[in-house]
């Protein structure tokens, strides 16, 4: 596929342009050759990341983080070793940071909420908010997590043991718990400044991983476009633990 055709198609269906809020420069990074064969799907834009693309052969590489974030820095040490290899390869980066969290088909909130089986969903800052069918014990609910990223979840029980309603943004959002009203609020990375609220509120917070709750857009992304367009993908993976 011709890369600039595939690059005006994910603007447009990712919606870019919408969240000039995200200093995150959503949108080809970096230019790599013009045909395109095969795409690679990762959460960072890292040097072991563009090792993994090269070994793969990958000609367009999808990251949700990418490799610039509102201001200049020089291109010397890591910086540098990073653009190497994908000029070495020819690889295209393409990033999308807020657009991939908030889609709704291929966004991480809306896909992890599928995952767990909410229903009437509907958008909440860059996430999502919806219900269980039926209230559902908590720890359930942190078992499913559990088994959809492979790791363990924390668990901060600030509510009741049951939930129904439910906030899903992934990352780095527990800032948002001083806002969220619902049974449960389910993000990536635990935050010290927001521990004694949880439990004030009444709220019930489970942190997923910022990592693992990060994996379930690119890759869905990924599967849309080897859906629409044939054209064959990988994830590489290169977990945090964070």
Do not use: C
Not at 196 to 224: P, Q
Request: proline fraction near 6%; hydrophobic fraction near 45%; aromatic fraction near 8%.
């Amino acid at each position: 596929m011709d890369r600039d055709e595939l690059v005006r198609y994910l603007d447009a269906y990712l919606r870019i342009g919408d969240f000039p809020q995200d200093p995150s420069l959503n949108g080809l990074q970096v230019e790599g050759k013009r045909e395109v064969r095969k795409v690679g799907a990762a959460v960072d834009a890292a040097e072991a990341t563009f090792r993994r693309a090269l070994e793969e052969g990958v000609d367009f590489l999808l990251v949700h983080h990418g490799l610039f974030w509102g201001k200049p820095f020089p291109i010397v040490g890591h910086h540098k070793r990073r653009l190497e290899l994908l000029f070495q390869g020819g690889i295209s980066l393409y990033a999308a940071h807020l657009p991939l969290d908030a889609h709704e088909e291929v966004g991480n909130n809306p896909v992890l909420a599928r995952a767990l089986g909410l229903v009437a969903l509907e958008p909440y800052d860059v996430g999502v908010r919806g219900r269980f069918p039926q209230p559902t014990p908590l720890v359930r609910v942190a078992d499913r997590l559990g088994q959809l990223t492979g790791m363990t979840p924390l668990v901060h029980q600030g509510g009741a043991e049951v939930v129904e309603t439910v906030v899903i943004v992934s990352g780095g959002a527990a800032g948002l718990v001083g806002r969220v009203e619902a049974d449960l609020f389910i993000t990536g990375e635990p935050k010290h400044g927001v521990f004694h609220e949880t439990f004030e509120r009444g709220l019930n917070v489970i942190y997923a991983g910022h990592y693992d709750t990060e994996v379930f857009g690119v890759k869905a992304l990924a599967r849309h476009l080897e859906a629409r367009f044939r054209l064959p993908w990988v994830f590489l993976d290169h977990p945090t633990g964070l």
